[in-house]
């Protein structure tokens, strides 16, 4: 097993470009979800999804938009980048969204917007 | 990518000593508690769980003690290895145990020398 993937692992943007982060996983995990990692922060939850069809906004979903059209699949889409969403962007997935302990995360986006 | 901790206070350990690295968590009301394990440039990792009927649990080479009264949550790590360098923080959620309500902490550089 791949586990979870992320691509890419660095991006550059400019203010107002639009960009797709990917992250897929081969464990036909049901829950997925997406994290952002700021200095001084802890892990906060942008969007997660409870399985194919189904996701829901987390702590801080404004200016990203995700779909999950198959169970491996959860791209989060960034549609206008500002510089406040500067930060490293972890995906993570688990069987069932009960199972925190089996939760696993994938190596991270870095992204920078100027 | 890589981990964020460019504002993380740091705990120096000689190798083969023990390490202790301390959390405090902020609802009362949580009762299922994580120690995340996060190295340079990966996703975090799961390290152990504790949930609230418990003061103390025991994995392998850590030992997670929590104290409800002081809302503390302390990971000890027996011998440290250099291996063990690496971020470490603590997450907290509700009885549900449901990932998209954790709230994860800001971490702790936990720096082995030889």
């Known amino acids: 097993n791949a586990g979870v993937t992320q691509t890419p692992k660095f991006q550059v943007l400019k203010t107002g470009q639009s960009m797709t982060l990917q992250c897929a996983q081969d464990?036909?995990?049901?829950?997925m979800s997406w994290y952002r990692q700021d200095p001084g922060m802890g892990l906060r939850l942008i969007h997660y999804?409870?399985?194919?069809?189904?996701?829901d906004q987390g702590e801080v979903p404004n200016g990203y938009n995700v779909s999950r059209s198959t169970t491996e699949d959860f791209p989060l889409r960034l549609l206008s980048a500002a510089p406040s969403q500067t930060s490293v962007y972890f995906c993570?997935?688990?069987?069932?969204?009960?199972?925190?302990?089996?939760?696993?995360f994938g190596p991270g986006t870095r992204l920078t917007v100027t | 990518g890589e981990s964020v901790g460019l504002h993380l206070p740091t705990l120096s350990v000689q190798e083969g000593d023990n390490s202790i690295i301390n959390c405090a968590y902020s609802?009362?009301?949580?009762?299922?508690f994580i120690w995340y394990k996060q190295e340079s440039g990966k996703g975090p990792q799961f390290i152990i769980d504790?949930?609230?009927?418990?003061d103390k649990r025991q994995g392998q080479r850590v030992t997670v003690l929590l104290n409800k009264t002081v809302k503390h949550l302390s990971l000890q790590i027996a011998a440290t290895q250099p291996g063990d360098s690496a971020v470490y923080f603590c997450?907290?959620?509700?009885?549900?145990?449901?990932?998209?309500?954790?709230?994860f902490g800001t971490g702790t550089r936990l720096q082995v020398t030889l």
């Open positions: 993570a997935s688990s069987y069932m969204e009960g199972l925190i302990n089996e939760q696993y």
């Open positions: 464990m036909n995990h049901e829950y």
């Open positions: 999804s409870v399985g194919a069809g189904i996701t």
């Open positions: 609802n009362s009301a949580s009762d299922y």
């Open positions: 504790i949930r609230s009927n418990m």
């Open positions: 997450a907290e959620t509700l009885g549900d145990g449901t990932a998209s309500k954790l709230t």
